[in-house]
C-alpha cells in the first residue's frame, strides 16, 4: 500500500476510535443521569476514609438521600454521630458532645457538589467545567467507569470528583480531592432505590438540653 493511502487508512480510523470513545463518554454520563435523577429515594451502607498526610480516619454507618436537598448520614462507628441535610440547613449533632452545629447550605456548598447527584436533578456537565468518563479494568472490582468532575469555580474547596460506576451506573464510591491535599472517600453497598422514607428521618430531633451552636448566615 502506498505511505499516502496508509496514513490516509491511519488517520482514519484513528478518527473513529475517537469518536467511539466521545460515544461511550455521552452513554455513561446519559446513563448516570437517568438511573439518579428518576430516582426519588437512596439509602445505602457506607464506608468514609479521611485521609491528610499519613493520618486516615475510617467511619462507617448507614446514608439516606431523598430528592430537595435531604440527607441523613447516621454514623455507627467509630463514634456515633449524626450528620444531616432538611433542603434548606445542614446539621452536626454528636451526641458524646451532647452539642449540635447548624449551617445554611449555601454555606456548606462542598456538599451540595459532592451529593448533588443524589439528592436533585442534575447535569454533569453544567455541575463541573470538565467530565471525563474512564473503563475500569480492575478485575477485583465491580466498577467498570470512573466519571471524573473538575470545580466550576476555584472557590470550591476541592480540585476534582471521582465517580465510581458499576455496569447499571450505580455509584459504588466517591472521591472527592481537596485544595488541601486531603483526600475524602464514601464507599457504598447495598443501595436500596424508591422505598418509602418516614419523613421524620430528614427532621432533626436531639434531647432536651442539647446545646446549639448556630454557625447559619443572615
Known amino acids: 500500500m502506498p505511505r499516502r493511502a496508509a496514513l490516509v487508512c491511519l488517520l482514519a480510523l484513528l478518527a473513529s476510535g475517537a469518536a467511539a470513545q466521545e460515544v461511550d463518554t455521552q452513554a455513561v454520563i446519559g446513563g448516570v443521569e437517568r438511573r439518579y435523577n428518576r430516582a426519588t429515594t437512596l439509602e445505602a451502607e457506607f464506608v468514609q476514609r479521611y485521609t491528610s498526610g499519613a493520618n486516615t480516619l475510617v467511619e462507617s454507618g448507614r446514608v439516606f438521600f431523598q430528592k430537595g436537598g435531604r440527607m441523613r448520614w447516621e454514623y455507627r462507628a467509630p463514634d456515633e454521630k449524626l450528620f444531616l441535610t432538611d433542603g434548606d440547613f445542614a446539621y452536626l449533632y454528636v451526641p458524646e458532645d451532647k452539642q449540635v452545629r447548624r449551617q445554611g447550605l449555601k454555606e456548606a456548598s462542598e456538599w451540595q457538589a459532592v451529593f448533588a447527584l ?3 436533578r442534575i447535569d454533569l456537565r453544567r455541575q463541573f467545567d470538565r467530565v471525563l468518563v474512564t473503563r475500569v479494568h480492575h478485575l477485583d472490582s465491580p466498577a467498570r467507569w470512573q466519571l471524573r468532575g473538575t470545580p466550576r469555580s476555584g472557590k470550591q ?41 418516614d419523613p421524620d428521618l430528614f427532621r432533626l430531633s436531639v434531647p432536651p438540653g442539647t446545646a446549639w451552636v448556630d454557625e447559619a448566615g443572615p
Do not use: C
Open 118 to 120: 443524589l439528592v436533585g
Open 157 to 197: 474547596p476541592f480540585t476534582e470528583i471521582w465517580f465510581d460506576l458499576n455496569e447499571a451506573y450505580q455509584v459504588l464510591r466517591i472521591e472527592v480531592r481537596q485544595r488541601d491535599g486531603s483526600l475524602m472517600e464514601f464507599h457504598f453497598r447495598d443501595w436500596r432505590e424508591n422505598r418509602p422514607l
